[in-house]
C-alpha cells in the first residue's frame, strides 16, 4: 500500500457555475493547495474547466473532468476530446460514472474507448464500476465487477498502471447516505486487484489506484481509507464544501 499515494478526487457533477466553481476551488487551495502526501483532484463540469484551472495553477490541487469524447476531433456535435481537456490542464477524467451508464447509456465498449483514449493523450482516467442494490442482493457482486472492469480495460496493458485509477461505487450507496462498511468496500477491492494482476501482471495491479466512492464524508472516511487496498476516494456531495472535502484529504 506505501507504494500507492492516495487520491482523493471531488466529483462536483452538473452544479456551481464558472464563478462560484473558482470561489470553491480558491477555498480547496487555501486548505489543502500545499498537500504533498496525499493527490488531490477537484472535477468541475465542462464550462467551469477553465476558471477553476486558473485557480489551481500552481497549486497542488489537480483538475479533472467528469466525462469526454473518445474521438479527437470532428463531426462529434457537442462532445469534447482529452486533448481540449489537456488544453486546459485537466490531468484526470471520470469515466463510466454510473450516473452516465444509467442516464446517457455508457456501456463497458464505450467506457473502454475513452480509457484507451484518455491514456493515449496522458489524461489518468478514473474508471467507475459498481453495482446495484438488485445486483447486491442477487449475489451478483463479483460478476459485475469483473464485466464491467474488463469491459472497460480492453487493451489497456500494465504501462497504464501509475496513470490508471479505478474508482469502486456501490451505485446504492451514491448519493444516498449510505456507504459500503469498511469490510464490503475491501472486499470488493480486494477482488479488483486481484482481477488486475490476472489482466496487466501482480507488480502492475500493485500500482494502480483504487477508490471506494459512495456517500464518503468525514465521519466515515478514516475506516475505509485505513483498509488495505482502498487507496482514497471519489466524493460527490461532500466534495461542495471545501472544509469536507479538506478533511477528507486529511484522513487520507
Ligand atoms: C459520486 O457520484 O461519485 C459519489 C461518490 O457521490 P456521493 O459522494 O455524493 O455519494
Known amino acids: 500500500k506505501s507504494a500507492r499515494k492516495y487520491l482523493i478526487a471531488g466529483n462536483w457533477k ?25 493527490a488531490v483532484c477537484v472535477c468541475p463540469t465542462f464550462t467551469v474547466l477553465e476558471s ?6 500552481g497549486s497542488n490541487v489537480q483538475l479533472g473532468a467528469q466525462n469526454m469524447h473518445f474521438e ?31 442516464y446517457f447509456g455508457e456501456t463497458d465498449a464505450i467506457v473502454n474507448k475513452k480509457t484507451l483514449a484518455a491514456l493515449a493523450a496522458n489524461l489518468k ?10 445486483e447486491r442482493e442477487a449475489g451478483k457482486v463479483n460478476e459485475v465487477i469483473k464485466t464491467q472492469l474488463e469491459g472497460a480495460l480492453v487493451g489497456v496493458t500494465a504501462a497504464a498502471a501509475d496513470a490508471l485509477v479505478v474508482a469502486y461505487e ?3 450507496a451514491i448519493g444516498t447516505g449510505k456507504t459500503a462498511t469498511p469490510e464490503m468496500a475491501e472486499e470488493v477491492h480486494a ?11 501482480a507488480e502492475a495491479a500493485d500500482k494502480v489506484r483504487i477508490l471506494y ?6 465521519e466515515n472516511a478514516d475506516e475505509l481509507l485505513a483498509q488495505e487496498n482502498i487507496d482514497g476516494g471519489l466524493i460527490g456531495g461532500a466534495a461542495l464544501k471545501a472544509s469536507s472535502f479538506a478533511a477528507l484529504v486529511e484522513s487520507a
Not at 191 to 201: C, F, K, Q
Open 14 to 38: 452538473m452544479n456551481l457555475n464558472s464563478a462560484e466553481g473558482a470561489e470553491l476551488a480558491k477555498d480547496v487551495v487555501a486548505l489543502v493547495g500545499a498537500q504533498t502526501d496525499v
Open 52 to 57: 477553476v484551472s486558473k485557480v489551481v495553477s
Open 72 to 102: 479527437a476531433s470532428g463531426a462529434y456535435t457537442g462532445e469534447i476530446s482529452a486533448e481540449m481537456l489537456r488544453h486546459l490542464f485537466a490531468n484526470f477524467v471520470i469515466l463510466g460514472h454510473s450516473e452516465r451508464r444509467e
Open 125 to 134: 482516467p478514473i474508471v467507475c464500476i459498481g453495482e446495484t442494490l438488485e
Open 170 to 172: 456501490p451505485v446504492w
Open 191 to 201: 477482488e479488483i486487484r486481484s482481477l488486475l494482476a490476472a489482466s496487466i501482471g
Open 213 to 218: 466512492g459512495g456517500s464518503m464524508k468525514p
